[in-house]
């Protein structure tokens, strides 16, 4: 999150002026191509205590149902199905874990 500007996301440890916007950042998730499987991801850096009305709360939710997406859609895209045992995925904690 503390790649965005402070504008965007003021509740974050390590502000960085001139960073991204949220739609440039949605952008370049929604741009990785459907030949890309992406098997993990974190969103970290979030603040609460310098949050302005919750603003990079709702930016990191947002952010969060892309990579939730992206991931979700790894699972078309050369992973084994969860039946077979191998290469399955499973959700352990929030974080995508890949058991082979």
Not at 42 to 47: A, G, I, K, P, S
Not at 73 to 92: C, I, K, L, P, Y
Request: glycine share 12%; charged share 20%; proline share 6%.
């Amino acid at each position: 999150l503390d790649a965005l500007d402070p504008a965007f996301a003021p509740g974050v440890s390590h502000h960085e002026p001139g960073g991204m916007s949220t739609r440039q950042l949605v952008d370049v998730l929604q741009a990785i191509p459907p030949r890309c499987s992406v098997a993990a991801a974190d969103l970290v850096e979030y603040n609460p205590d310098r949050d302005v009305n919750g603003v990079t709360a709702m930016v990191a939710a947002k952010i969060c149902k892309e990579l939730v997406a992206l991931l979700a859609a790894g699972e078309g895209r050369g992973f084994a199905s969860r039946s077979t045992g191998r290469g399955a995925s499973s959700f352990v904690g929030g974080a995508r874990a890949l058991s082979s």
